[in-house]
């Protein structure tokens, strides 16, 4: 059974940085692709960035030149670093693993495992 366990959230003000881990457990092969996702309240659960079991790295628009994704594989971690945060960034984040198949890596449908997220908040 795989096991996604997220860390790092917090409240910050416009122009701080967070980090943001996620440990995965119970599962001895090698993940396609992760990737982290946000939601806001009333929104839908959106792709912010992603990295594929070759290194490649992709995110959305709106946070590219903010927002690093990495990962350990040693340590299985995962791992987004976040600066320069804006008020619109504020929402339940989520990192989440597929084993199967990955195309864009930022949609919703791709990942099978999902962590239950920790709340990222940034005031004005």
């Known amino acids: 059974q795989v096991q996604l366990v997220e860390s790092g959230g917090g409240s910050v003000q416009a122009g701080g940085s967070l980090r943001l881990s996620c440990a995965v457990y119970g599962y001895a092969y090698s993940t396609v692709c992760m990737g982290w996702f946000r939601q806001a309240p009333g929104q839908e659960r959106e792709g912010v960035a992603a990295?594929?079991?070759?290194?490649?790295?992709t995110g959305s628009d709106s946070v590219k030149g903010r927002f690093t994704i990495s990962q350990d594989n040693a340590k299985n971690t995962l791992t987004l670093q976040m600066n320069n945060l804006e008020p619109e960034d504020t929402g339940m984040y989520y990192c989440?693993?597929?084993?199967?198949?990955?195309?864009?890596?930022?949609?919703?449908?791709?990942?099978?495992?999902w962590g239950q997220g920790t709340q990222v908040t940034v005031s004005s």
């Open positions: 989440a693993a597929e084993y199967g198949s990955c195309y864009t890596g930022l949609s919703t449908s791709e990942y099978h495992y």
């Open positions: 990295i594929f079991y070759d290194g490649r790295k």
